[in-house]
């Protein structure tokens, strides 16, 4: 069974931490997506990455960056953590092949 | 235009109704399209994929325009469990072309 798993459901950071947030994913895609959802905006592609150490900027990359050292894992980091970066944190994965994308559970972000 | 429009609803029906929705899209270059639903504060789970003319599974038939550009949803016999936000996904090859609609939400009343 698909599973993709982020590192925390809920997290509350303070205005300037930096923080990050883990993805996992068990099913060897080769793709691997960070989203935030906020009511009335949908979901929104933060960044994505095709392959190890690859990644490519998204709609709202701006105050984020990524890593992905291995193929399983994609991080999110908040550099400088700001009030307007309060959102849910939805990471997936896709294969090549199939595109259709799997998401993990999602990581609710309170920054106050 | 929007690059995803879809009704945002919501479609309020009984139990055991047909219902369907549509969702248009702008760029002629999607090549696959998919269906996700998301129940309230979960993540979005993907329903269907479609890359032809259409795709069933089960109560869920989804169709494809591509001469209209939009893509359907059909739910047959509904029930309580398919009360959910139904969010349409046109993909090109390019995943950062990957656009998610607002979604459609859908209220199955007993």
């Known amino acids: 069974d698909v599973k993709v798993t982020q590192s925390s459901r809920y997290l509350v950071k303070r205005t300037g931490e930096k923080v990050f947030l883990e993805c996992v994913q068990d099913?060897?895609?080769?793709?691997m997506f960070w989203y935030r959802q906020d009511p009335g905006l949908g979901l929104r592609l933060i960044y994505f990455?095709?392959?190890?150490?690859?990644?490519e900027k998204g709609d709202i990359p701006e105050g984020y960056s990524v890593s992905r050292e291995k193929k399983e894992r994609f991080s999110l980091i908040l550099e400088s953590a700001s009030t307007n970066q309060t959102s849910m944190y939805l990471c997936?994965?896709?294969?090549?092949?199939?595109?259709?994308?799997?998401f993990g559970p999602g990581t609710r972000l309170t920054v106050t | 235009r929007k690059e995803v429009e879809q009704d945002p609803g919501p479609f309020n029906v009984p139990e055991g109704a047909t219902v369907a929705f549509n969702c248009t899209y702008s760029?002629?270059?999607?090549?696959?399209f998919f269906w996700y639903r998301q129940d309230c504060r979960k993540e979005p789970k993907l329903l269907m994929s479609?890359?032809?003319s259409g795709n069933e599974d089960g109560r869920f038939t989804a169709q494809l325009n591509r001469a209209s550009q939009y893509i359907s949803l059909l739910i047959r016999d509904s029930k309580l469990s398919d009360s959910a936000t139904y969010l349409c996904?046109?993909?090109?090859?390019?995943?950062?072309?990957?656009?998610f609609g607002s979604g459609t939400r859908l209220s199955i009343r007993p």
């Open positions: 990455s095709y392959d190890v150490k690859m990644k």
């Open positions: 760029n002629s270059a999607s090549q696959s």
């Open positions: 099913m060897d895609h080769e793709n």
């Open positions: 996904v046109p993909s090109c090859s390019s995943a950062s072309k990957i656009i």
């Open positions: 997936a994965s896709s294969s090549l092949l199939e595109r259709g994308q799997y």
């Open positions: 479609v890359y032809s």
